[in-house]
């Protein structure tokens, strides 16, 4: 599982930062959050194949987060695209998309679907799973969590032999979770040979939203957060008034929640230079990263 950061910037672009979208790559499955302005470009500028592409979750009804569907959806057309797409976001989504089947003239040629995200959805895919929470922003916004399944256990191979597994498919039989018969006649359950069970790796993508502490238990033992840090520390009361975060609180967020790592995004044109925002929120949070456009994070297994 990785996380591939299109764009990293809140409000405008930069020469260096584009509107905020993230693609998250899961078992060749892309899932892509948010959708903002040059976001195919930048797929086409990682090598990403749009042809894993199967579901986008949209936080909320502002312009930078979903004015790259349009475009998207046009060139998905023109390169003949045949599967189908999932698209989630609040409401209001609908209406963006009849708006531009009728005035802009938008003929996607594949099947899509629009589907309103409320909180406590869950969207259930193969191998993980998709929720939604609230967060506390200008319009109605939601933070996206992917959960993977549970995993099995560590596989005991010194047991496995001293029951009498042979090597070979019945190992993997045992970590499917299959019982598995032995050339004496005999049965090994996966419980004989499997440790507890291990939980699977959780990236939760959160913007655009003030300090919003209600959000903490949706954010716990995250591998990977990826909070809005707008502004720094000395525009906190620009940030509450416009709804949005500073450095420092996304880092409470990420160190109140238990977070492995922490990744701000949505950052305000302004900050040509972002490492005062990394030294404020690694003072709260040290295992933060300030995203840039392009870059990639690896979630890994810890266990």
Known sequence: MRAIFLGTSGGIPTPRRSLPAVALMHEGEIMLFDCGEG?????????????????????????DHLSGLMGLFMTLTMLEREAPLEVYGPPGLAEFFGSLERDIKLRARFPYSINVAAPGMVVRCDGFHVEAAPVNHSV????????????????????????????GPLFGSLQKGEIVTLPDGGTVSPSDVLGPPRKGRRVVYCTDTVYHPPIIPFCRDADLLIHESMFAEDMKDEARMRKHSTAAEAAGIARAAGVRRLALTHISARYLDTSDIQEQARAVFPETTVARDLMEIEIPYID
């Open 140 to 167: 109605p916004c939601l933070a996206f969590a992917v959960q993977e399944s549970v995993r099995p256990g560590k596989f005991d191979l010194d047991r496995a032999r001293e029951l009498g597994v042979p090597e």
């Open 39 to 63: 976001a195919q470009t930048q797929f086409m500028r990682k090598g990403i194949g749009f042809g894993r592409l199967t579901k986008i979750f949209i936080t909320h009804i502002h312009g």
